[in-house]
């Protein structure tokens, strides 16, 4: 057992004191620096993520996503590259289908065009003039005309 002065013991006291404060602030210190890098880490790809499918549902669909990563978030990327992938060829098939359907759709009216299609339009015709609507005549044969180079330009501007 000993016997010293309690000024000599509370400054040592003080001291630890300081000694484990000053190590508990660094200790959160490194964990907040710690979090904030693995918050970081996770959130940045989902970011990126979402950048990429903001531009696709703008219209660019040639947009990929080019992480290597072999997480989910790797696994999502890759699925939303072959997504656009897929939307891409679909998008092309329904193209050509409209496409197909107008040329079916021309087809149908040059089929249409036969000679008691001619024969009455100019029947028609020769009645406005008869009767002096010369006017609407001449607006008729315009658009026969016009129909006529349609059909056997086959649709070709």
């Not at 309690?6 to 210190?29: D, G, K, N, P, W």
């Not at 904030?36 to 993520?49: A, T």
Request: hydrophobic share 40%; charged share 20%; aromatic share 8%.
């Amino acid at each position: 057992m000993g016997v010293f002065p309690t000024h000599e013991s509370a400054a040592a006291v003080r001291q630890i004191q300081f000694y484990v404060v000053s190590f508990v602030f660094l200790i959160c210190m490194m964990g907040i620096t710690a979090s904030l890098y693995v918050s970081h880490s996770i959130s940045r790809p989902i970011q990126q993520l979402q950048s990429f499918m903001q531009k696709a549902e703008e219209g660019d669909l040639t947009v990929r996503h080019t992480s290597r990563r072999q997480d989910e978030l790797g696994k999502l990327g890759m699925s939303f590259n072959k997504m656009l992938v897929q939307l891409r060829k679909l998008l092309e098939w329904t193209e050509l289908q409209e496409r197909q359907k107008r040329e079916a759709e021309l087809k149908s009216l040059q089929a249409h065009i036969k000679p008691h299609f001619l024969y009455n339009t100019l029947e028609s015709i020769l009645w406005m003039i008869e009767r002096g609507n010369n006017q609407d005549a001449s607006e008729m044969v315009q658009a026969l005309g016009k129909m006529l180079r349609i059909s056997l330009s086959k649709g070709q501007e």
